[in-house]
């Protein structure tokens, strides 16, 4: 890169965060709501949400400039094609990731202090207001599941959803707010859903998410202690492996706990283990700094693994064969940060 190149893109990088931290606050103010009415003044604006003028007319030249608003004749539109992406109840709508980003500002320095003396940042020092945006997460994954999970994602493997019409035992591992099962036990009410997570608090926020659903059922539960009793016919993961602080251990007893002709159905990062190639990735770069500030440093916190969302396919592949997997295919999936590791005994 040329250094006048450089200096550019440091500069739009700069923008990208200083962006991020404004989406935060039109977020927090309901700046976006008010804006997602109709074209309005900075006064306009600003009255609608009941905030002061002068600091909403400065937001608003950022969001002009930084491309999320238009700006014509006196007045700010906030485009319902951009709207989709910061409102509502969609698989779109990436505030959730925005306001995670910002919220890691808290622990940098607990982080920068790892980098010299070793160890971790535990994961109860992101604070309340991280844990109500993992529930927040847990929310925008809902979405990504009611639009995606059966077509999208079980429909990726050749007969899997056939196999779920007909009547399985499914395990899912790592279930988070459940949201996953809910969308499943629905759509296929012939097989039986258990999910499990060894976080007591998201486990009973799962409950209340599937309801009074009959064929779903959630426990606390160390995905490290599984037992094949009794064995699954399909078992599941949706981004809950390259977190836990012993993989091997996990995947291991994943392959124990399945039946002879089961599926083992892993949602992970799609990169590769060599950042050679994961140069040129649009999403690689943040993917790697969502991984320092949160999962590397909370499994080092634990004396864990630290696999990070970087492992990448090759580490991935390696280590479910190692689990004793006979077969292994990478598949893709719906989201292109995503990709789906179908293994079989
Ligand atoms: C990134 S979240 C994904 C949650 C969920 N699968 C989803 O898609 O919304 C990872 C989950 O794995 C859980 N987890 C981590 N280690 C675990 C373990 N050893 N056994 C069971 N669950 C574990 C965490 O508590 C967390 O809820």
Same mark, same amino acid.
Not at 212 to 224: I, R, S
């Given at each position: ?15 990208? /965060?200083? #962006? =991020? ?9 309901? +700046?976006?709501? &008010?804006? *997602?009415? $109709? ?57 959730? /990731?925005? #306001? =995670? ?9 607990? +982080?920068?202090? &790892?980098? *010299?003396? $070793? ?227």
């Amino acid at each position: 890169m040329k250094e006048s190149d450089f200096a550019a893109h440091l500069t739009a990088t700069m923008t990208g /965060s200083a #962006l =991020t931290m404004l989406i935060g606050i039109g977020h927090r103010t309901g +700046l976006f709501q &008010a804006a *997602a009415r $109709g074209p309005a003044t900075s006064a306009g604006l600003a009255e609608r949400a009941g905030l002061h003028e002068r600091y909403v007319r400065e937001w608003l030249g950022a969001m002009v400039t930084g491309g999320i608003f238009t700006y014509e004749a006196g007045e700010y539109t906030f485009p319902t094609e951009h709207a989709k992406f910061l409102l509502g109840d969609t698989a779109s709508n990436l505030m959730p /990731s925005l #306001l =995670t980003l910002s919220a890691f500002t808290a622990i940098l320095p607990d +982080l920068e202090r &790892a980098f *010299a003396e $070793g160890g971790g940042v535990p994961r109860s020092a992101y604070g309340p207001h991280l844990e109500s945006l993992g529930a927040k997460t847990g929310d925008s994954w809902k979405h990504i599941y009611r639009e995606h999970l059966v077509d999208g994602f079980f429909g990726a493997v050749p007969g899997l959803t056939e196999r779920l019409a007909a009547g399985v035992r499914v395990l899912d591992l790592g279930c988070g707010t459940g949201h996953a099962i809910s969308v499943a036990a629905r759509a296929f009410p012939a097989s039986r859903f258990t999910g499990i997570d060894i976080d007591r608090r998201v486990v009973d926020l799962a409950r209340q998410n599937a309801g009074d659903l009959p064929n779903a059922e959630f426990a606390v539960g160390d995905a490290a202690a599984l037992t094949a009793d009794p064995p699954y016919d399909l078992i599941t993961a949706f981004d809950a492996v390259h977190d836990q602080d012993r993989p091997d251990v996990v995947l291991r007893q994943v392959r124990r706990a399945l039946a002879p002709d089961g599926l083992f159905f892993m949602v992970d990062t799609f990169f590769s283990s060599d950042v050679a190639r994961n140069v040129g990735n649009p999403l690689a770069a943040l993917t790697y700094s969502i991984s320092l500030m949160y999962c590397t440093t909370t499994s080092l916190a634990e004396g864990g693994a630290a696999l990070g969302a970087m492992w990448g396919t090759e580490k991935a592949t390696e280590m479910l064969t190692d689990a004793g997997f006979g077969h292994v295919r990478v598949a893709a999936s719906p989201r292109p940060q995503n990709c789906i590791y179908v293994c079989r005994p």
